[in-house]
């Protein structure tokens, strides 16, 4: 069965830098995006950044510039590099792959980012 296996959270200071990792287990076929996603505490899940299959990438405004969504096919692993990070980024962070054909979402088990001095 595919898992998608989240590493590299953790307690930042203000103005640091994290890079969060997302492995799959397996192969999964036809994907559409991949992406990353944040819940903070009393708040909704929201979209963070996310890639497409074409390599085009969409970012939230509240972290536009700051974070880069990546990918290493060899690797089979998407990132997220986190710069210049804020109070307000304190989250857990979920990877996302969704499929194409038939429509699936995988989800990593999330990975809590704590950014506070």
């Known amino acids: 069965q595919v898992q998608l296996v989240e590493s590299g959270g953790g307690l930042v200071q203000p103005g640091g830098s994290l890079r969060l990792s997302c492995a799959a287990s397996?192969?999964?076929?036809?994907?559409?995006?991949r992406g990353w996603y944040r819940q903070a505490p009393g708040k909704q899940r929201e979209l963070v950044a996310t890639?497409?299959?074409?390599?085009?990438?969409n970012y939230a405004d509240s972290v536009k510039g700051r974070f880069t969504i990546s990918r290493d096919n060899a690797k089979n692993t998407v990132y997220l590099q986190m710069n210049s990070l804020k109070p307000e980024d304190t989250a857990v962070y979920y990877c996302?792959?969704?499929?194409?054909?038939?429509?699936?979402?995988?989800w990593g088990q999330g990975t809590q980012v704590t950014v506070s001095s």
């Open positions: 996302n792959v969704r499929r194409l054909t038939p429509p699936y979402d995988y």
């Open positions: 397996g192969s999964i076929s036809d994907i559409y995006k």
């Open positions: 890639l497409t299959s074409g390599a085009s990438t």
